[in-house]
């Protein structure tokens, strides 16, 4: 059974930063890309952020310049570096991986279950 949790979500001021992480564990064989959504009240899930197998990245133009995105494919994990919050970044994120549980598994997409961060004064 694959698993993706997520942590380190929060309640931060505008200006603020936060770290978030998504740990993958599990029966897995490899992961290719790994990615960041979030998905505000009332709004569709978004696409945040994505990482590649080597590490090529790619932002919504809303984020680019404030958030990083990184993996650490020892551990099996994606962070997203977020800078420079507003009330705008409001939402739950959640993580995605793109992974083969054995080695002739397709390569399929999991979810976490999201974690909250608001941005408020």
């Known amino acids: 059974q694959v698993q993706l949790v997520e942590s380190g979500g929060a309640l931060v001021q505008p200006g603020g930063s936060l770290r978030l992480s998504c740990a993958v564990s599990?029966?897995?064989?490899?992961?290719?890309?790994m990615a960041w959504y979030r998905q505000a009240p009332g709004k569709q899930r978004e696409l945040v952020a994505r990482i590649t197998g080597v590490r090529t990245t790619s932002y919504s133009a809303s984020v680019k310049g404030r958030f990083t995105i990184s993996r650490d494919n020892a551990k099996n994990t994606v962070y997203l570096q977020m800078n420079s919050l507003n009330p705008e970044d409001t939402a739950v994120y959640y993580c995605n991986a793109v992974l083969a549980r054995y080695e002739t598994d397709m390569q399929l997409p999991y979810w976490g279950q999201g974690t909250q961060v608001t941005v408020s004064s």
């Open positions: 599990g029966s897995i064989f490899s992961i290719n890309a």
